[in-house]
């Protein structure tokens, strides 16, 4: 599918991209690329396997690449852009793995002036508590969700390889606008986070004082996993979204003031009510995920 695949960023993800192209034959070479300061987890990646070679200039790591994954934070996705513009080619597919993507395509405007043809944007929605290029996958694409999100100008034949690059690594692909993207994700991926880093940073504070955390049970530990999850990462994805997230934490906010006031009222009708509500929004759900 690719001769020559370049990864900028083999951490978790883009490091599990290549093990999974490597795993499926999907491309003859695949190198990397990173900064003087990501030296040893590329060496790493080369002494795994991961990649055949890597490269702290970007220039020789593009060079007769006919695929290109992004595969760094969101926040760094601009300062990338720069880095590609010299070497952009259209013989080359271009795409990213990021968690957002209206920002994705406001930056590569910014750059190129215009979106160009040859990328398309995209989401795998996958990852992993650890990071880093050893906690990579052949396997973590399989049945999972990944979102396309073209443009009007995106070349048919560059968006139909994406799709199937995917799909061959065992992803269900979707199609859908940016605008839309960020908006599902931001109710369904990155309030949790935050719900997750919030409720974690203020018991943390306390259990400073009073030991909470001594006699925290499993549901502690289920809900806050998520709290594991790179904090630079996250912050840049919520700071990247925050126009979808505000308005979804005020509506969290007026929900939180509503079951408060059902506490206070010892209303346990309504509070039931609130509750069983919840429960089998939970199982239809979990209905959609199993089918």
């Known amino acids: 599918m690719f001769d020559r695949l370049c990864i900028i960023g083999v951490g978790l993800i883009g490091g599990s991209v290549a093990r999974a192209a490597r795993s499926q034959g999907l491309a003859r070479c695949i190198v990397g690329y990173g900064r003087e300061q990501e030296k040893p987890n590329l060496e790493t990646a080369k002494r795994l396997g991961v990649i055949d070679e890597y490269f702290l200039d970007i220039g020789p790591a593009l060079r007769e690449a006919d695929g290109v994954v ?38 590569a405007g910014r750059v190129f002036g215009t979106v160009p043809a040859n990328l398309v944007p995209a989401h795998p929605i996958a990852g992993a ?66 719900l997750a880093f919030a409720l974690v940073d203020m018991l943390g504070r306390q259990d400073e004082q009073c030991e909470i955390f001594k006699y925290a049970a499993g549901g502690f530990r289920d809900f806050t996993r998520i709290a594991s999850s790179d904090p630079t990462m996250w912050r840049d994805i919520c700071a990247a979204n925050k126009e979808q997230l505000i308005p979804l934490l005020h509506q969290l906010k007026t929900e939180l003031d509503k079951i408060e006031q059902l506490l206070a009222d010892n209303d346990g009708r309504r509070l039931f009510e609130t509750f069983s509500y919840a429960r089998n929004a939970r199982q239809r759900f979990l209905d959609q995920l199993e089918n």
């Open 129 to 194: 508590e650890n990071s880093g290029v050893e906690a990579a996958l052949p396997d973590l694409f399989q049945r999972r969700r990944l979102i396309v999100t073209p443009l009007p100008q995106t070349e048919p034949s560059a968006l139909n390889k994406i799709q199937v690059f995917w799909e061959r690594m065992g992803a269900q692909v979707s199609v859908m606008s940016a605008d839309h993207h960020d908006a599902v994700l931001a109710a369904t991926s990155h309030l949790p986070h935050l």
């Open 70 to 107: 992004i595969a760094v934070p969101v926040g760094a996705i601009e300062s990338v852009f720069e880095q590609l513009k010299p070497y952009w080619s259209d013989n080359c597919i271009y795409s990213d793995v990021g968690s957002t993507k209206s920002n994705v395509i406001v930056a």
